[in-house]
C-alpha cells in the first residue's frame, strides 16, 4: 500500500471503532484511536496473513496484550477481510461474537485471547520461542499501553525475551501517555521507556506513532536486527483523529453519545475527503 492508501484506510478503521463503541455504549475509544496507524500498517503491509486462512500455520502473529482496545483490533480485522465491517455494530451485544476483549476461540484472525493487563507479551514471547524451536519464519508481534507496562509481568517476559534473542519478536508500547486514572507519569511513571527495554537487552526504536514513514521504517529496522528482540516505542495521541477526544484521559473507557458519534463521524468523513483530494 502507498503512504496515502494507509491513511485513508486508517480513518476507515477509526470510523469502525467509534460505530463499535457507540453501537455498545459502552467499551475503549481512545487507545483505539491512539493505536489506529499502528493497527493499519501491521495488517496491510507489515504482516504476512491471509484472511481466507486465519490458521496458516507459517502466518505471522499477534498479541493485543492492552486487550482492552478490542475495537481497535476489530475493525483493522473486519476492513482487512476477516469478517464483515457491518459486524462492528455488534461489538459487546449479547450473543455476539465481538466480545469485549479478544477471543482466539470465536473471532477470525485473533490469535491470542487478552484483557488481563500485564499477560499478553508472555503469550507472545512463547510464540516467538516456539517459533525460533520449530525453526519457522514467522515473526510475533505485541502491542502494549504504556500504561500497562507498569505491570511487573512485562518485565519477566522482557527479561526472558532479551535473555534468549528473540529477534523474531517486535514489542510496541503505545505511548499516548494516559491511562485510565489520568496521566502515566502521574500515576506511576514507566518513563525512561526505551531505556528499561534496552536493560533487558532489546533493540529499542522510538518514533511518531501516526507518521506513517516513520513507522515503516522502525519496522523494517526490526526486521534487519538480529540476535534481539525489538521494541518500538510509538508517541501517540489518545483520541487520535476526533478532536474533542484527543488527549483526555477521560474518554480511555467512555462510548460517545449520538450527538458526539455524529460529530466525530462527520470529523473522520472530512478527513477521508480530504485525503482523497490528494
Known amino acids: 500500500m502507498t503512504k496515502l492508501e494507509l491513511q485513508k484506510t486508517a480513518v476507515e478503521i477509526r470510523k469502525g471503532i467509534l460505530t463499535g463503541v457507540h453501537s455498545a455504549k459502552s467499551g475503549h475509544p481512545g487507545g483505539s484511536l491512539s493505536a489506529a496507524d499502528i493497527f493499519t500498517y501491521l495488517y496491510f503491509e507489515e504482516m504476512n496473513v491471509d484472511p481466507a486462512n486465519p490458521k496458516a500455520e507459517n502466518r505471522d502473529r499477534f498479541v493485543l496484550s492492552k486487550g482492552h482496545v478490542a475495537p481497535g483490533l476489530y475493525s483493522t480485522l473486519a476492513n482487512r477481510g ?25 473471532i477470525p484472525g485473533v490469535d491470542m485471547s487478552s484483557g488481563s493487563l500485564g499477560q499478553g507479551l508472555s ?39 532479551g535473555h534468549r534473542k ?75 483523529g476526533v478532536s474533542f477526544m484527543e ?9 460517545p453519545n449520538d450527538e458526539e458519534f455524529a460529530n466525530a463521524m462527520e470529523e473522520l468523513q472530512k478527513a477521508g475527503e480530504a485525503l482523497c483530494q490528494k
Open 82 to 106: 476477516y469478517f464483515p465491517v457491518k459486524d462492528m455494530e455488534t461489538l459487546r451485544h449479547v450473543g455476539s461474537y465481538l466480545q469485549g476483549h479478544p477471543d482466539m476461540k470465536h
Open 123 to 161: 503469550a507472545a514471547v512463547g510464540m516467538a520461542l516456539a517459533g525460533k524451536m520449530d525453526q519457522k519464519d514467522y515473526r510475533v508481534y505485541a502491542l502494549c499501553g504504556d500504561g500497562e507496562i507498569q505491570e511487573g509481568q512485562i518485565w519477566e517476559a522482557s527479561m526472558f525475551a
Open 166 to 240: 528473540l529477534d523474531n519478536l517486535v514489542v510496541i508500547v503505545d505511548n499516548n501517555g494516559l491511562q485510565i486514572d489520568g496521566n502515566v507519569d502521574d500515576v506511576c511513571s514507566p518513563y525512561p521507556i526505551d531505556k528499561k527495554f534496552e536493560a533487558f537487552n532489546f533493540h529499542v526504536i522510538n518514533i511518531d506513532g501516526h507518521d506513517f514513514d516513520q513507522i515503516a521504517a522502525a519496522f523494517k529496522e526490526a526486521r534487519d536486527t538480529k540476535g534481539m528482540p525489538t521494541a518500538i516505542i510509538a508517541k501517540t495521541v489518545k483520541g487520535k
Open 247 to 255: 488527549n483526555k484521559a477521560s474518554w480511555h473507557g467512555v462510548a
